[in-house]
């Protein structure tokens, strides 16, 4: 607990991103790739998570609202760039930065990487609810198909080698405040191939795609009896 006072008084640092010259996306360099090439460690890597369960719960599961996404399910070297990304100040994120850099090393990194990717996925997750469903999951089922499975897959399973994340199944506010934000700019550690397809979509296709991609079933072994929330 002390250690994570102190980095509750760091001011999160900010490293340039999409929005400067040069920027490379998933640059191999850095704690990252001390982290992806070392075996986690499960039973460490569950004692490294305890601090994130406040926020993403034990199951890892997150807030079906959206606040904080799904993480079970999630790729390891996703799990491990993105938390990187935040401590090196590449991804804005103050909420989470401090809880992050309570990681103490690329070990701890690679750890509770592990021990999320030893969770079952919850059943359960927050999708879409308006009545016009059905017609928004059709819309965003064709402009899915049209350029996003490429990258994500034909079912939303990303591409663990190529850092490209899982999608189906996460939280659908999720879903659409994190491609609003790389549509605008605001996600700094964006990746420049998927700006370039992103930028022309409307708030409506966006929103639309959301509900598509959270109607998905995450790929995995799921949690038995319902999702695991406590």
């Given at each position: 607990?002390?250690?994570?006072?102190?980095?509750?008084?760091?001011?999160?640092?900010?490293?340039?991103?999409?929005?400067?010259?040069?920027?490379?996306?998933?640059?191999?360099?850095?704690?990252?790739?001390?982290?992806?090439?070392?075996?986690?460690?499960?039973?460490?890597?569950?004692?490294?998570?305890?601090?994130?369960?406040?926020?993403h719960?034990?199951?890892?599961?997150?807030?079906p609202?959206?606040?904080?996404?799904?993480?079970?399910?999630?790729?390891?070297?996703?799990l491990?760039?993105?938390?990187?990304?935040?401590?090196?100040?590449?991804?804005?994120?103050?909420?989470?930065?401090?809880?992050?850099k309570?990681?103490?090393?690329?070990?701890e990194?690679?750890?509770?990487?592990?021990?999320?990717?030893?969770?079952?996925?919850?059943?359960?997750?927050?999708?879409?609810?308006?009545?016009?469903?059905?017609?928004?999951?059709?819309?965003?089922?064709?402009?899915?198909?049209?350029?996003?499975?490429?990258c994500?897959?034909?079912?939303?399973?990303?591409?663990?080698?190529?850092f490209?994340?899982?999608?189906a199944?996460?939280?659908?506010?999720?879903?659409l405040?994190?491609?609003?934000?790389?549509?605008?700019?605001?996600?700094?550690?964006?990746?420049?191939d998927?700006v370039?397809?992103?930028?022309?979509?409307?708030d409506?296709?966006?929103?639309?795609?959301?509900?598509?991609?959270?109607?998905?079933t995450?790929?995995?072994?799921?949690?038995?009896?319902?999702?695991k929330k406590?």
């Amino acid at each position: 607990m002390t250690q994570l006072r102190l980095a509750l008084a760091q001011v999160p640092p900010k490293k340039t991103g999409i929005e400067g010259a040069g920027y490379v996306w998933n640059a191999q360099e850095g704690e990252k790739i001390e982290a992806l090439h070392k075996k986690g460690d499960v039973k460490a890597g569950k004692e490294a998570y305890e601090v994130c369960g406040a926020c993403h719960l034990p199951s890892g599961a997150g807030r079906p609202d959206g606040t904080f996404p799904q993480l079970a399910g999630q790729h390891a070297t996703v799990l491990i760039k993105q938390m990187a990304d935040i401590r090196e100040g590449l991804r804005d994120n103050p909420t989470m930065y401090p809880f992050a850099k309570t990681l103490v090393d690329p070990q701890e990194l690679a750890d509770a990487a592990a021990y999320i990717n030893s969770l079952c996925i919850p059943v359960d997750h927050g999708k879409y609810e308006g009545a016009d469903a059905a017609t928004q999951i059709a819309k965003g089922k064709t402009l899915y198909e049209n350029e996003c499975k490429d990258c994500h897959g034909v079912n939303g399973e990303g591409n663990k080698e190529k850092f490209y994340p899982v999608i189906a199944g996460q939280h659908y506010k999720y879903l659409l405040r994190q491609m609003t934000d790389i549509r605008n700019g605001k996600r700094r550690n964006a990746n420049p191939d998927m700006v370039k397809i992103i930028k022309k979509y409307s708030d409506d296709d966006l929103v639309a795609i959301s509900a598509f991609q959270s109607s998905l079933t995450m790929p995995g072994a799921m949690c038995k009896g319902g999702a695991k929330k406590k």
